[in-house]
Each structure stands twice: as structure tokens, then as C-alpha cells.
């Protein structure tokens, strides 16, 4: 499968607990993004990552959050003692470059989400 | 900022017709349509990237109206298939980043 690949799909926490969750971006991709999808809500961005670059973290919560996109291995999106508002799906997406370029046709392709529940 | 879609939903019978609206209050770089399916990852259908253009996906179609910061989605002769929630990405600087924000969503909803 050569898509966008995350997991665990599906999360229970305690609150208090630790959540990681993981995203390999698409083959030849090497741009991370993440959302969080509230229920009945759209995507809000989170955080833009490049190799070992964190490019835009202008979504992310300031405190319990951080993301980390290392040379090797998956994106990771970590949330610290989490709350019951952390409920919620968490998708990853990818792009082959950065989305300027004059004619850029570059778009963003989302993984399938994980479903983060905290009780 | 978010845009703003309209209408929030449809309900349609198969082979009508449905558009649906995003605008933004910012001047936009691109504008970008996903479908989502419930439980699934949103689906990319197209990219409009120039003030006036138009794209075409089988009968699905959209316009882009930069100077109005305005897109619309146009879904002719509904199938079935067509049903779920459509989300518009509008991309404009963000620290030169161009990253996509999504609105709330149109949820469509097509019966036999």
C-alpha cells in the first residue's frame, strides 16, 4: 500500500496517560502535516513537518502537544496527560513538496486517521 | 481563518444536481476539494489554483473566482456514491507555508 499509512487506528487512553501516534507519509513524500477532526467538525492543522523540521506548528495546542518528523522512521504526534478533550480523530497527510510553486499542483493526501478516545 | 461552506447540508435524489459554495475572507492561493466518507480519510477530488478556472472530475466540476475568494463545487446527476460530508481547503501565505484550512464541511446526502 502506497498511501499515507497510520496507526494505531484506534486509541484508548486514561486520562493522564500518554498517546502517540504515527504517520508514514506516502512513498517519494517527504512533507507532514496533521489534523484533528473533532465529531461534526472539519480538519484543523495542527502542525507542518519537514526531515527533522518542524516548518508550522501555528495549530498546535502550546502545552501536552508536540510532533516530531525524524531522518529515519514515522512522523509522530504526541500528546502528553491527556483529557477527555483530546477525544478525537487524528489524520495525517503528506505532500511530495512544499504546496508554492508557480503552477504547483501539489496537493495533500490524508492517511486514514487515528481515532484517539480518552476516558 | 477558516472558510465558510454552504449550504452545511444536502439531501438530493439520485440524478439531481447540487453545488456547493466556499469563500474566503483572505485572498487565496489555491483551493483544494476533499470528500469524506464517514470513518474514512478525506479523498482528494481536485485543485483549482488560478483565479477563473475550472476543473472537471467525471460530474464533478468546480470553479475557482479569485477576486471574490470564492469556489464552487458542482456535483450533476448525483449517484449514490456521491454521498458524504465535502470539505474545501483554501490556501493562502501562512509564513509562506501555503497549508490548506479546511471549513466545517457540506454533508451530502444522496437517496435512491
Known amino acids: 500500500n502506497a498511501g499515507v499509512m497510520q496507526n494505531p487506528r484506534h486509541l484508548v487512553r486514561r486520562r493522564g496517560q500518554e498517546a502517540r501516534l504515527r504517520c508514514s507519509p506516502m512513498?517519494?513524500?517527504?512533507?507532514v502535516y496533521w489534523y484533528r477532526q473533532l465529531p461534526e467538525e472539519g480538519l484543523k492543522f495542527m502542525v507542518y513537518l519537514q526531515k527533522e523540521n518542524i516548518i508550522d506548528e501555528s495549530g498546535m495546542p502550546k502545552e501536552r502537544f508536540s510532533a516530531e518528523f525524524p531522518k529515519e522512521g514515522p512522523s509522530i504526534l504526541r500528546i502528553q496527560q491527556v483529557v477527555r478533550g483530546d477525544s478525537a480523530a487524528y489524520f495525517c497527510?503528506?505532500?511530495?513538496?512544499?504546496?508554492?510553486?508557480?503552477?504547483?499542483?501539489?496537493?495533500?493526501?490524508f492517511g486514514e486517521g487515528s481515532w484517539l478516545t480518552v476516558v | 481563518q477558516q472558510p465558510v461552506q454552504s449550504p452545511q447540508a444536502v439531501i438530493l435524489r439520485e440524478g439531481e444536481d447540487a453545488v456547493i459554495n466556499c469563500s474566503s475572507s483572505k485572498a487565496l492561493y489555491s483551493v483544494h476539494w476533499y470528500r469524506q466518507k464517514h470513518g474514512e480519510a478525506p479523498v482528494f477530488l481536485m485543485i483549482?489554483?488560478?483565479?477563473?478556472e475550472q476543473k472537471g472530475h467525471e460530474k464533478i466540476s468546480a470553479s475557482f473566482n479569485e477576486k471574490k475568494q470564492q469556489s464552487s463545487l458542482y456535483l450533476t446527476a448525483s449517484q449514490l456514491s456521491y454521498s458524504g460530508t465535502y470539505f474545501c481547503g483554501t490556501a493562502s501565505s501562512s509564513g509562506g507555508s501555503y497549508i490548506p484550512t479546511f471549513g466545517r464541511g457540506t454533508s451530502l446526502i444522496v437517496h435512491p
Open positions: 483549482l489554483l488560478k483565479g477563473g
Open positions: 497527510a503528506s505532500s511530495p513538496a512544499d504546496l508554492t510553486g508557480v503552477g504547483s499542483g501539489n496537493t495533500i493526501y
Open positions: 512513498k517519494g513524500h517527504s512533507h
